[in-house]
């Protein structure tokens, strides 16, 4: 059974950091490609960050320059390091990753950013 659990988010002020963890259980994320999406309420989910099998990543222009996606082989999971946080960074955050021919989610973490 694949399980993805996010946690890391919280309340944090401008220009602050939150690192976001996606730890998997039923999949190995270090061969499969894992995103990172985020979705404020009234808005379509959005891609943030991904990295695939082979470590490639990719960021959205928006988030570009301030975060970091990673991965840890040995505890299987994925991170997502967020620096010079802005209020429209603030979003419910959900881990993705493809296995079995399937589109897996996490149940997401709240991220609040405050001004």
């Known amino acids: 059974q694949v399980q993805l659990v996010e946690s890391g988010g919280g309340l944090v002020q401008v220009g602050g950091s939150l690192q976001l963890s996606c730890a998997a259980s039923?999949?190995?994320?270090?061969?499969?490609?894992v995103g990172w999406y985020r979705q404020d309420p009234g808005k379509q989910r959005e891609l943030v960050a991904t990295?695939?099998?082979?470590?490639?990543?990719n960021y959205a222009g928006s988030v570009k320059g301030r975060f970091t996606i990673s991965r840890d082989h040995a505890k299987n999971t994925v991170y997502l390091q967020m620096n010079s946080l802005k209020p429209e960074d603030t979003a419910v955050y959900y881990c993705?990753?493809?296995?079995?021919?399937?589109?897996?989610w996490g149940q997401g973490t709240q991220v609040t950013v405050s001004s």
């Open positions: 993705n990753a493809l296995w079995g021919g399937q589109n897996n």
């Open positions: 039923g999949i190995i994320l270090r061969i499969t490609n």
């Open positions: 990295i695939t099998g082979g470590g490639s990543t």
